[in-house]
């Protein structure tokens, strides 16, 4: 074809291009055009050999895990060990999430990308569009609509929706891990009812307390540990037994001995995001229930200090006439209380950790943590409930071991021996936290020996002052006592005259002489 009519064809196309598009234009309103084009792409889709699987970012109400999982997993296939790869893609969307030391690489909106998995080429396409503005809508939706389309042949879709998905999910759990980037949630007052919005905060969350650096007792700590990783693997066992995947720990203890160290190790050992709920900024229970149901999958949910959250202080206290039970007074604003649904209850807490709503996603460990479990309600503790009670108490001498290890470097065999000693008999008797213990070891933690000698010489003057407020309240107990038997003694003597005074019969059975009671009347 000579160029010339190469350039007379073109043109002829380009201008029955524009006069289709003018007839459109005359022919369909607006509002007819929309779907004319809608009707167009159905059927390229009906007589194209591709199939396309549309991922958008919210799934209903929830934020589509799967959405989130293709983001990381396509942001790690557009970056070769750190760098860019070479793909056709010249331009890519770059972010940070506060506090995380990663820049993280993502398909720029309507951008495209091509993945290979077991042989078979796929396309992904970053779709974003902008929301038709609403008139009236009983919610606000987000003004953008995102998604991934996977574009895959026809032939290869079964073996994409067998494995590939999967692998995509697997992976982006991997990739995660890998950058050891764990997510910290807390939520704030009020929570909103747009889809999209997320009701928790996040920061990025990296704690350095791991099982290694936990002092505390190594059995309890490896059954704990045990525990949990029957926990993580036990998909099949849940799903046998017909018992929803979670679990709940109860951590109680002093202050000071552990318990929000204890949750960061199992976060740590685990994997797990946390989500740190606090119960006083939560109104009512149907918000409780929307915050549960935007938690993720491999999850710790705690409720740190929960007998001050909430006041589950044996039940009656509190209770309103409706059976429920409200907010500590004192922890309120006080305003609200009395209406009906205005705050969080008990059995809306029971339901949050129990009830059906508790088994949205799954593979999620609920952990309260308390420094007076007395005050809980017996309905929180039964067993089934929490499975698992872990006292955190004060310092015994394996916790110390570790403790001197993790803070001076010193093992057990170069610590002097008579040294050692000292501190084992005196540790349990001086009651200390292991926030204390830490305290000591930090002020001299640059000379090694200066630190044990200071440890000794806190110990030691724990164990006197220990012992003598024991002796005072033995005292004031014993005085106490001898006050009681001398009233008992005092109200005997009495008793025992007057039984024995001639007008024993009328102070007793209350005979009284007609003449008195004639005095008396007339007074
Ligand atoms: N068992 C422990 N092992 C290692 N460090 C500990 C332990 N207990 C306390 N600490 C140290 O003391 C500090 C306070 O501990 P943590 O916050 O875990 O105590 P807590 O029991 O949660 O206290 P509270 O009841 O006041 O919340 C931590 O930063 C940690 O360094
Ligand atoms: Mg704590």
Redesign the pocket.
């Known amino acids: 074809m000579k160029m010339s009519d190469y350039w007379t064809t073109m043109a002829s196309l380009v201008g029955m291009l524009a006069f289709c598009q003018t007839i459109l234009q005359l022919v369909f309103p607006p509002e007819l055009r929309l779907a004319f084009l809608h009707v167009l792409t159905r059927l390229r889709h009906v007589f194209s050999s591709h199939i396309y699987f549309d991922i958008t970012e919210i799934d209903g109400v929830n934020t589509n895990e799967l959405y989130n999982a293709v983001q990381l997993y396509l942001s790690s296939s557009v970056t070769v060990n750190g760098a860019v790869s070479s793909s056709n893609n010249t331009r890519l969307s770059l972010s940070r999430v506060p506090n995380s030391s990663s820049v993280t690489f993502g398909l720029s909106n309507n951008d495209r990308i091509t993945d290979v998995f077991n042989g078979v080429t796929v396309l992904w396409e970053h779709v974003v569009v902008q929301r038709q503005v609403q008139s009236f809508s009983w919610r606000p939706m987000p003004e953008e609509k995102r998604g991934f389309t996977l574009q895959i042949n026809k032939r290869d879709k079964n073996l994409v929706l067998d494995s590939y998905l999967d692998y995509i999910v697997g992976k982006s759990e991997e990739i995660r891990r890998r950058n050891e980037e764990r997510l910290l949630y807390t939520n704030s007052r009020g929570v909103s009812l747009d889809a999209r919005s997320h009701p928790w905060d996040s920061v990025r969350f990296k704690h350095p ?1 791991t099982f290694d ?4 007792d190594p059995e309890r700590k490896k059954r704990i540990m045990e525990d949990l990783r029957e926990f993580a693997s036990g998909q099949g066992f849940y799903q046998k037994t017909g018992r929803a995947w979670k679990r709940g720990y109860l951590l109680y ?10 949750i960061a190790a199992m976060a740590n050992y685990l994997g797990y995001d946390i989500y740190d709920l606090e119960l006083t900024e939560v109104q009512n229970n149907s918000e409780l229930r929307k915050l549960l149901m935007k938690t993720s999958s491999k999850s710790i949910i705690v409720i ?2 929960i007998d001050c959250s909430i006041s589950l202080t044996k039940r009656g206290k509190n209770k309103k006439r409706n059976g429920s039970y409200e907010y500590d007074p004192g922890l309120t604003n006080g305003s609200g209380l009395d209406e009906p649904g205005s705050s969080v209850t008990l059995s809306g807490l029971l339901n949050f950790t129990d009830g059906l709503w508790s088994c949205c996603g799954s593979e999620k460990i609920f952990v309260f ?1 308390t ?1 007076h479990i007395e005050k809980l309600d017996s309905a929180l503790l039964r067993s089934g409930r929490m499975d698992m009670h872990i006292h ?1 108490g004060f310092c015994k001498f394996p ?1 110390l071991k ?2 001197l290890k993790n803070y001076l470097r010193l093992e057990e065999d170069e610590i002097d021996g008579v040294v050692l000693e000292e501190m084992e008999e005196c540790v349990e008797e001086a009651e200390i ?3 204390d213990v ?1 305290e000591v070891l930090i002020r001299s933690r640059s000379d090694a020996e200066k630190a044990v000698r200071e440890l000794v010489c806190v110990l030691k003057e724990r164990v006197v002052k220990r012992k003598k407020s024991v002796g005072l309240k033995k005292k004031k107990e014993e005085g106490e006592e001898e006050e009681e038997e001398e009233e008992a003694e005092a109200e005997e003597e009495q008793e025992k005259r007057a039984l024995d005074s001639p007008n024993r019969n009328r102070e007793v059975f209350g005979f009284q002489d007609e003449e008195e009671e004639e005095d008396e009347k007339e007074k």
């Open positions: 307390s650096t936990l002092a505390m203890g002093p202050p000071g001995t552990g318990k929000s160290s204890l740190e200090d943590t420094n955190m916790a570790i403790l936290t292991p926030a830490s």
